[in-house]
């Protein structure tokens, strides 16, 4: 007899359930999104250990102290703050269920996230007219990699930024879309406590 053959019921045997278990989608994203943040936090590990070891090789080239401007990076530096603030401000109206202000405030942390980067960018700029490129010292390539991987990581958070305002305007504040706030909210703040380390180890105790 063969699996096809019907019961005595005429009912046809069932090899699976038609219905599915309620899966913990929440938690479970919750949860793989923890698990990235370890990751990035390793890489960022790895490259603060290299910054460290290479840090002080200048190769006979400029140093810390000849490169940074210590005024234009603290504005920088309160670029992304202020921008962490605007976040919680984000989630704050989420709580209240206020889609509108939700987006904008959202599209204002979007817009100091936009001055880091230009900031950034222009320093950078700068250096490389300077003569100062990752090719230089030991010490500039660690400096462009280390600081270079944040503001790659700032670019795909406002990449997700903008694509997380639209999924908002199109389906609101539904369940999975509050999740996707809270772990963007997550990865931002983030990048706020890595630019702090960065911005005390090789900008601060450079100039020191």
Not at 10 to 21: A, G, K, Q, R, S
Not at 113 to 131: C, D, K, N, R, V
Request: with cysteine; proline share 4%; hydrophobic share 50%.
């Amino acid at each position: 007899m063969t699996s096809a053959t019907l019961t005595a019921d005429d009912t046809p045997p069932v090899f699976y359930e038609l219905d599915e278990h309620p899966h913990p989608e929440g938690h479970s994203t919750m949860l793989g999104f923890w698990i990235y943040l370890m990751s990035d936090c390793l890489i960022f590990a790895i490259l603060f250990a290299c910054y460290a070891v290479l840090g002080g090789n200048y190769a006979a080239g400029p140093g810390p102290k000849d490169l940074f401007d210590l005024k234009l990076i603290a504005l920088n530096t309160a670029m992304l703050l202020f921008s962490s603030i605007t976040y919680g401000f984000a989630m704050l109206s989420m709580q209240f269920g206020k889609v509108r202000a939700t987006q904008g405030w959202l599209a204002v942390t979007g817009l100091f996230g936009l001055a880091f980067l230009g900031i950034e960018l222009y320093e950078f700029a700068h250096l490389i007219h300077e003569g100062a490129t990752p090719q230089r010292s030991a010490f500039l390539s660690a400096f462009f990699t280390l600081v270079g991987t944040h503001g790659l990581h700032v670019t795909f958070g406002l990449v997700w930024l903008v694509t997380l305002m639209v999924q908002l305007g199109r389906k609101g504040l539904i369940p999975a879309n509050q999740r996707r706030v809270a772990c963007l909210g997550m990865f931002w703040h983030f990048l706020d406590v890595i630019w702090i380390g960065v911005f005390t180890i090789v900008y601060l105790m450079g100039m020191l």
